[in-house]
C-alpha cells in the first residue's frame, strides 16, 4: 500500500478510536447539573451536588448549562478560574418575587455564591435570597489573588435585603479588574453594589453598562471604598428613597456616564449623591429627579440635571 495512504487511514483511525475513547468516558463541552445529583424544583439542599458540577467545570472547561426552575442552596457556591455558567432566563417579571426562569434559591447567611478566579462567565438566571439572611447574594473575592475577566450578564439578584447584592472584596494584595458587567438587575437590597478594597489591595478598570437598581430597602444603591477608573454607563438608580443617599463615594474614584437617579421621597437633609474628603477625579453625568448633593473631594466633575 502506498505510504501516504497508510499515514492517512491511521490517522483516520486514531482520531475516530480518540474521540470514542473521550466519548466513552463521558468528556463533553456540556455539563449537565443533575448528571451530578442536583434535583430541580425540590425543596433539598443541592449544595454540593453544583458544586461537584462546578469543581468538574473547573477541571474540564465544560460549561454547566441550567434548566428552567429553582435550585435550593444552603451553602455558598465556591466559583473557580474558568467556570462557566449558563442558565434558561431570569424570569418574566422583574418586580415580582422570582417564579420562573433559572432561580439559585438561596437559603443561606453568607454569599449565595463567590467568585474567586478569573475568566469566570455566569449568564442568564437569577440569584434569590429567599430569607433575607444572606450577607451577600454575589460575593468577588480576592485574597491574595487576581479577578480579572470576569463577565456578569443579564442576571437578576433579587430579595438581599440583609446585605449586598453584588460585592467586590480585594484584601491581602489581592486585586479585581477587567471584569465586565452587562444589564444587570438588582431588585431589593441593603445595598445594590460595594467595592471594597483593603489598604493592600486595588478595584480598578471594571465596566458596568446599563444595569438597574431598583425595590426598597436600601441604605445606597452603590457604595464606594477605593479603586478607580470603574466606570457605570447609563445604569439606572431608581428607589424612592435610600437611607445614606443612593451613590456613596467615601474614598477613590468612579466614571458614572449618562446615569439616571431617581430619588423622589428622598429626605432633604440626606444627600441623593454623596462624594466624600477622600474621592479624587470622579466623572459623572446624567439626570436625577433632584434633592441634595454632597461634593467634598478633590477635582470633581459632577454634570447632573433635573
Not at 32 to 54: K, T
Not at 110 to 137: P, R
Not at 206 to 221: K, L, M, R
Request: net charge neutral; proline share 3%.
Amino acid at each position: 500500500m502506498n505510504p501516504k495512504k497508510q499515514i492517512i487511514l491511521f490517522l483516520i483511525f486514531f482520531y475516530g478510536f480518540t474521540n470514542l475513547i473521550t466519548a466513552q468516558k463521558g468528556y463533553s463541552n456540556e455539563l449537565s447539573p443533575e448528571d451530578f445529583g442536583v434535583v430541580m424544583n425540590s425543596d433539598s439542599d443541592n449544595s454540593v451536588f453544583f458544586q461537584r458540577a462546578i469543581d468538574s467545570a473547573a477541571i474540564t472547561g465544560a460549561t454547566i448549562f441550567v434548566k428552567p426552575g429553582y435550585i435550593k442552596i444552603e451553602q455558598t457556591l465556591i466559583v473557580k478560574a474558568g467556570v462557566t455558567i449558563i442558565g434558561s432566563g431570569r424570569g418574566s417579571i422583574p418586580n415580582q418575587t422570582p417564579y420562573n426562569g433559572t432561580i439559585f434559591w438561596y437559603t443561606g447567611s453568607t454569599a449565595a455564591m463567590e467568585v474567586v478566579g478569573s475568566n469566570v462567565v455566569l449568564n442568564n438566571f437569577t440569584i434569590y435570597d429567599k430569607t433575607s439572611k444572606a450577607t451577600d447574594g454575589l460575593l468577588l473575592k480576592a485574597t491574595s489573588n487576581l479577578i480579572e475577566s470576569f463577565s456578569l450578564s443579564n442576571v437578576l439578584i433579587f430579595g438581599f435585603t440583609n446585605g449586598t447584592a453584588l460585592h467586590f472584596l480585594a484584601q491581602n494584595h489581592g486585586g479585581i479588574t477587567y471584569c465586565s458587567f452587562y444589564d444587570v438587575r438588582i431588585r431589593h437590597a441593603k445595598i445594590g453594589i460595594s467595592i471594597t478594597p483593603d489598604p493592600t489591595s486595588f478595584i480598578n478598570s471594571n465596566s458596568f453598562y446599563h444595569g438597574v437598581i431598583s425595590g426598597g430597602g436600601f441604605d445606597t444603591c452603590l457604595k464606594v471604598e477605593g479603586g478607580n477608573n470603574n466606570i457605570f454607563y447609563g445604569t439606572v438608580m431608581e428607589p424612592y428613597t435610600s437611607t445614606f443617599g443612593h451613590l456613596c463615594i467615601d474614598k477613590g474614584q468612579i466614571i458614572g456616564e449618562h446615569i439616571r437617579i431617581e430619588a423622589v421621597h428622598q429626605p432633604k437633609e440626606i444627600p441623593v449623591i454623596n462624594l466624600g474628603k477622600n474621592t479624587a477625579e470622579c466623572f459623572i453625568t446624567g439626570m436625577y429627579s433632584g434633592g441634595l448633593i454632597v461634593n467634598e473631594g478633590k477635582n470633581n466633575h459632577l454634570d447632573i440635571s433635573h
